[in-house]
């Protein structure tokens, strides 16, 4: 593993990291219809965190813990706000993600890269659709 490959994977777990704590916050505040859809996200996020953790340890690079909280880009007190930081979320990882693509060097790296962005542009997706924006795709997810 080459050290950019190296950083780009380490900077997709603290983008991994800080999703699971924001999806906390997004679960306190969303439309109880949304349980079931932030319940999968949130499992999607941890999936991917603890395969980024094993994919490190595997490089022989020591996964770093998370911090024990995370800042809040802007206040969430109601379900509008809560989709919002969740499409916020899903854009971070996705840029995290993309420079795992960017940056990976062997094949198993980009695969990895290509499908956590993925992930992370259909969850934006569903979040854009949820708060009514048209289109809710973005045309190249996790450009900065």
Known sequence: MTDAERQALLDALAAEYAAVYAYGVIAAFASPERDRLIAEHTAAHRARRDTTVDALRAAGTTAPPPEPAYTIP????DPVPAARLAVTVENDTAVAWRAVVEHGE???????????????????????????????????PGKP
């Open 74 to 77: 802007f206040p969430v007190d």
């Open 106 to 140: 062997s094949e198993e790296a980009r695969r990895t890269g290509i499908d956590g962005l993925t992930e992370c542009a259909l969850r934006a997706a569903a979040w854009q659709a949820i708060l009514g924006a048209n289109p809710p795709t973005a045309a190249f």
